[in-house]
């Protein structure tokens, strides 16, 4: 990847899921150092756009394409698109009954880095990432996702993002089911994962994320492709206007 090329780019992307056409002409372009916030109501195709830059087998694309780091990864497996540094927060994290967190965490740090890490070093880094999310220790031995709560779950997430530190993240409504204290410690661990070098792309319905996770650029999902784009003044226009407003925009647009 030269310089001044983007991290991502999504050009004119169209994708269906069960012979249904749900993404219609995606553009999009992710420079490192960037934060992207993508909104839209239920249905819009924000989390299909999710799902298909990670290369979900559901999800078809019969148009356009997707770049990440220069390369073409349209047609590229999920597990080369991970080690080239691009990484998904699920919206909805699955339970893993008889799995700990701590091997969990483990084997997924050696997946993406390629190689086993050292037991001192890798414990060592994940104390450092629990102190920040104030993960209690007894964390680690419970089962992945197993009876925990909506904050427990997105905590687990953050922590495996902190750990794999990935150049783009993509967080699918990271802010689901989250209480008002639990959504400002995953915001610190959200904000945490920023550098010139990385980029996130948060998917979210509401704004009020966006208070914490301050975001550079924010796109709003309409009908399965992005049909405004701005400034965090944006969020806040939403949040007072709601999705009506953009469908009035749009109208006024085109008449």
Known sequence: MSADSPLLSIENLHVEVEEKEI??????????????ALMGRNGSGK???????????????TGGCMKYKGQDITEMPTDERARLGLTLAFQYPVAIPGVSVSNFLRASVKAVRGQDIPVKEFRKELKEVMDRLG????????????????GEKKR???????????????LDETDSGLDIDAL?????????LVSKDSAILLITHYQRILNYVKPDHVHVFHEG?????????????????GYDWVT????????
């Open 156 to 170: 687990l997430e953050i922590m495996q993002l902190a750990l794999l530190k990935p150049q783009m993240a993509i």
């Open 47 to 61: 989390s299909t756009l999710s799902y298909t830059l990670m290369g979900h087998p559901k999800y078809k694309v």
């Open 184 to 192: 400002k410690t995953v915001s610190e661990g959200v904000n945490s």
């Open 23 to 36: 993404l219609k002409g995606v553009n999009l372009v992710i420079n490192a150092g960037e934060t992207h």
């Open 248 to 255: 009035q925009e749009l109208a006024s647009t085109t008449a």
């Open 225 to 241: 492709k992005i049909v405004l784009s701005g400034g965090p003044e944006l969020s806040t226009k939403l949040e007072e206007h």
């Open 135 to 150: 993960v209690p220790k007894q964390f680690l031995s419970r089962y992945v996702n197993d009876g925990f709560s909506g």
